[in-house]
């Protein structure tokens, strides 16, 4: 602080204006006395201003700061009392900064000025401890603020004591000088001018000696405070500290004036560079200066200062006014409580015992190293699951019981014995005590938890029971014979039990905890326990079994699920047979539980793969029927658009609904071929991702804009091998599926979601899907809905041809069947998961690329595109056992300008060939598929015939097998017979060319 300044300067400049005063009493006139009675009043009345204002504001200051350091002490003896304590003073003190009067007494002076910056900072402070918790500790930044304020606050109650003083000498030379003029009037009163002068000197004597009080008494409550002040004056690089800082840096009163160089020097070695580059920041930046400094203490220890400091723009340049306040007690205090916690951590971490620290109803906030050991948890994962997993599921209900009783005080402390299981599935006994605690009588509350092995125990109790078992079943020989069985039981995985009626016990051989998850051996089984692991849904039937079999003293067979202990389901079959005693009563039941999990998979694949394979033969030979039916109808349509007048509108009219109908049926019959997976398709690099971009613009233009659709695609997956046309096809499927699903929803809004990801299927993955699909990389094309769902029953039937849920007319069957065929036909597979009332999901698995890098494809010759205006004069051969197709064939070439010999029997065709009359043709067209010889077959020998002669074979449907045949010929074009009518033309056109 620099308060004491103003106040050197003024008590100098009364000193000599007093000394000049003396030197003219001799020239003091009769008018002194007149003036002296008024001269000695307001001489009083300033005086007891002056006292009174300096006293009001060292009251206030010192209030404030010992407010604060009672608000703000942060040890382990702080009480809520202390706090309120402090906050009360400094309320105090600024309701009387507040109180106007300060600086009123002289108006129109430096301190009248002063006086509201004074009131405006102690207004903005008073709203700070408005909103100052009592309770809760400060923040960082809330703590830097907060002693910012105040200094801030006690920097304007300097600059104000010291305007304040020089206001009052001010008034007093101003009495003086009245006073010498008094005297210059009445000369002859010298002796009462002496008097009024000594009773001057005592007034700046009785002022300086209050301005001296109370900057002791501000030193005083700085040193008490155990922080200083300090002013950096930027421009010259000086800094003045006040006493409490020269003591606090252990210098003496001489030495508070010096270069800011040298104040850092009294900082430790590490310090003092980060020190000077933070206070030209803070000046820089015209921000707080808050930073934690070391200076020397007794002895050896170094002490703790936030160094805290605000630069302020002044007449005399920036000046940054701070303050240093010693946390070393802080700092003991944080390194006392990290010790102890210390302490703690390695006396719970090194017992012996099992200990545990949970919330009232069980979840885990701490467990040590002999817990984790106990139940085979990992030693460095933390714990915050809840008690209660890692107990036995029957004998949760007895922990959370504990736990309830604890919670609602009938008991502080219980003791039970019950099983634990450990992540591998092994059981083991403990002896369980918990116990309610609390911290410092607070209202929050923990439970304790002991828990000591009684595994070995346990196990004892076990073997020896099952000792004394094994001793009234069988004998030794018996028990090795027990050995060997328990090993053929594993290989067959086939598990046996033995039901103790009376008894109400279970006896489990090895492999069966095998099978139900846990580790064998485990404590003695229950029959409530053996049924936990039987599916809910098959739970009661197996009960009701096995009530008949104890009601008609018969034998137990059924077919049931087996859930395990890792949520693994089994399919199984039980079996049982009954020992009665001597008096024919029933005692035991021998029975086995044999896993069937593996034999179901393949049965349930097989009897898939048979049943879509019938179907796909099925589909396959109604589109080559229907496609030869096709073939004539829309052939005999295009001859009577020739036959028919133009001018016949009307017969034109029906003509183009008869070929719109052909149209459609073409495409069913596509769409069956898909399905058969007898179609050949061009396979290529895609880009799925594009794909599935592409198609969902395509659905938001034809699904309602009432069902939302949502998609997501990440950036980067692999590539795949497939057909563009056919996947987008499966997407628009599956979404038109989901669209109907979602179109009669009312409680809430319909929604359909689109997700592309990569996926890897494992051995276990590929056994679910049960299809023909190998492990590797895939990518997981998803459909979700949350419409209507489906019942297992539709759920086994959806992929079937012409299977549909909708009404007569709504729908052909054939999609999800389509879909179906062009997965497997990409070597993928599809998984459905679906509930009534909560959607469905849809997961397309298709293989994944290693590379992206796209397969070289080969070009297809467009028929269409090739005109069959300039014809020649041709001769053709057709062969074709339907005479409708023969029949229509040669009329549409025969108007075509060529010469068409039709035979309708394969046998006479290749009597025609072994004659050599083939020569006389320039082109062979015939049908693949006819009794006695096929179209292969004929065009094999004519090629032995006449070698450079053109074939066409023309097939219901194009399979792959025969595009291969053709191919091994050279030069044999094959067509489908649905196209007939307009490319058998176009293809006779190109090879004339």
């Known amino acids: 602080m620099n308060s004491s300044e103003p106040a050197r300067r003024g008590s100098l400049l009364l000193a000599l204006r007093h000394s000049t005063a003396q ?16 001269l000695h009043f307001e001489h009083t009345s300033v005086e007891h201003a002056m006292a009174r204002e300096l006293e009001t504001l060292r009251i206030a200051r010192f209030d404030l700061a010992h407010g604060y350091m009672l608000a703000t002490r942060n040890n382990i003896e702080d009480d809520a009392l202390q706090r309120a304590a402090g906050m009360a003073r400094m309320r105090q003190a600024v309701d009387a900064l507040q109180a106007g009067q300060l600086g009123l007494q002289f108006p129109g002076t430096q301190a009248a000025q002063e006086s509201a910056p004074l009131r405006a900072a102690a207004q903005e402070f008073a709203g700070t401890l408005a909103r100052w918790p009592v309770t809760a500790p400060p923040s960082p930044a809330e703590e830097v603020e907060r002693r910012a304020m105040l200094f801030a606050l006690d920097q304007h109650a300097a600059r104000f004591e010291g305007a304040l003083q020089r206001a009052v000498g001010t008034r007093v030379d101003s009495l003086e ?11 002859a009163l010298l002796a009462m001018l002496t008097a009024w002068l000594s009773i001057a000197s005592f007034a700046r004597q009785r002022a300086e000696s209050i301005a001296q009080a109370q900057r002791a008494h501000f030193d005083f409550a700085m040193s008490t405070l155990a922080f200083g002040s300090w002013r950096y004056d930027v421009p010259t690089g000086k800094m003045h500290w006040s006493s409490a800082m020269a003591s606090l840096a252990g210098r003496v009163p001489s030495a508070m004036d010096l270069q800011v160089a040298d104040a850092a020097a009294s900082l430790h070695p590490d310090d003092r560079a980060p020190w000077l580059a933070a206070v030209s920041e803070a000046v820089a930046a015209d921000h707080l200066l808050s930073t934690e400094v070391r200076r020397a203490g007794d002895g050896e220890q170094w002490r703790y200062f936030l160094s805290l400091g605000r630069p302020m723009a002044t007449g005399a340049g920036v000046q940054m006014f701070g303050i240093d306040v010693d946390i070393s007690s802080f700092k003991q205090v944080q390194k006392e409580l990290a010790t102890s916690e210390a302490l703690f ?7 012996g015992a099992s200990l545990a620290l949970t919330t009232p109803d069980g979840q885990c906030l701490r467990v040590n190293q002999a817990f984790r050991m106990l139940l085979g948890l990992e030693l460095e994962a933390p714990v915050t699951s809840s008690l209660a997993e890692f107990v036995y599921p029957p004998d949760q209900r007895d922990l959370r019981a504990a736990l309830e009783r604890l919670a609602n005080g009938s008991t502080s402390s219980t003791r039970r014995e019950l099983r634990v299981i450990s992540p591998d599935g092994a059981l083991r006994w403990v002896d369980i005590t918990l116990a309610m605690v609390s911290v410092n009588n607070s209202a929050e509350r923990y439970v304790a938890v002991q828990m000591i092995d009684l595994d070995q125990r346990k196990q004892a109790e076990a073997k020896l029971e099952a000792a004394i078992t094994a001793l009234t079943v069988a004998s030794q020989e018996n028990v090795r014979l027990l050995a060997r069985l328990n090993e053929a039981q594993s290989i067959a995985r086939i598990g046996s039990w033995v039901w103790t009626v009376d008894a109400h016990e279970l006896w489990w051989s090895d492999e069966l905890y095998r099978l139900c998850g846990l580790t064998p051996n485990a404590p003695s089984i229950r029959l409530e ?29 059924f077919d049931l699920r087996i859930v395990t202990h890792q949520g693994d389901l089994l399919y199984c079959r039980s079996r049982g047979q009954w020992e009665f ?4 009563a029933l005692e035991r039941m021998h029975g086995t539980l044999q896993d069937l999990t593996e034999r179901h998979a393949l049965e349930e694949q097989l009897r898939e793969k048979q049943k879509m394979e019938s179907l796909g033969t099925l589909a396959g030979g109604v589109a080559h029927d229907f496609n030869n039916l096709l073939s004539i109808i829309i052939g005999n349509l295009q001859l009577l658009r020739h036959d028919i007048p133009p001018e016949d509108a009307a017969q034109h009219a029906r003509l183009e609904h008869m ?3 052909t149209a459609r049926a073409r495409g069913l019959v596509a769409q069956i071929l898909a399905f058969s997976r007898r179609a050949p398709v061009e396979f290529s690099s895609q880009d799925l991702a594009a794909i599935v971009t592409e198609a969902v613009g395509l659905l938001r233009s034809t699904v309602p804009s009432g069902i939302a659709i949502e998609y997501a695609v990440p950036g980067e997956l692999p590539a795949m091998i497939g057909n563009a046309t056919q996947l987008e096809q499966v997407l628009v499927n599956l979404c038109t599926n989901a669209w109907h699903a979602c179109e009669n929803l009312r409680d809430r809004k319909p929604q359909i979601r689109i997700e592309l990801t990569s996926a890897k299927l494992d051995d276990e993955a590929v056994m679910r899907l049960s299809q023909s699909v190998a492990p590797g990389d895939y990518l997981c094309l998803r459909v979700t809905d949350n419409g209507d769902g489906m019942e297992p029953a539709t759920l086994g039937r959806i992929f079937e041809p012409f299977f549909t849920t909708h009404g007569l007319g709504t729908g052909t069957g054939l999609g999800l069947a389509m879909v179906h065929g062009i997965v497997v036909s990409h070597r993928g597979a599809i998984e459905v998961r679906s509930e009534p009332g909560k959607g469905s999901c849809f997961e397309v698995y298709l293989p994944a690329l290693a590379s992206s890098a796209a397969t ?17 004069h041709l001769r053709v051969l057709y062969v074709d056992d339907e005479p409708a197709i023969a029949a229509f064939v040669g009329e549409l070439l025969g108007e075509a300008g060529m010469d068409v010999v039709t035979l309708t029997s394969a046998s006479a065709a290749l009597a025609l060939i072994e004659r050599g009359e083939i020569r006389d043709f320039d082109v062979l067209v015939c049908d693949y598929n006819m009794p006695e010889y096929s179209g292969l077959d004929l065009a094999k020998r004519a090629r032995e015939v006449a070698p450079a002669l053109p074939i066409i074979l023309s097939s219901g449907f194009l399979a792959a097998q025969m595009q291969e045949q053709a191919a091994s010929l050279g030069d044999v074009r094959v067509l489908n017979k649905v196209d007939l009518p307009e490319k058998l033309i176009p293809t006779l056109s190109q090879i004339q060319r």
């Open 856 to 872: 070289e494809q080969n070009p297809l010759v467009d028929a269409d595109a090739i005109a069959s205006a300039a014809l020649p």
């Open 581 to 584: 005693g001597d008096s024919g």
């Open 23 to 38: 030197a003219l009493t001799g020239l003091v006139a009769l008018g002194l006395i007149v003036a002296l009675g008024w």
């Open 529 to 557: 326990d053996y049924l936990s692991f039987v599916h809910e849904d098959d739970r009661k039937a197996y009960e009701a079994a096995m009530e008949r079999a104890i009601a008609n003293r018969s034998n137990l067979e």
């Open 659 to 661: 070929a719109s109908a």
């Open 345 to 351: 951590t390695a006396a719970f971490e090194s017992a």
């Open 177 to 187: 000088h009245r006073f010498l003029l008094a005297a210059f009037g009445a000369g």
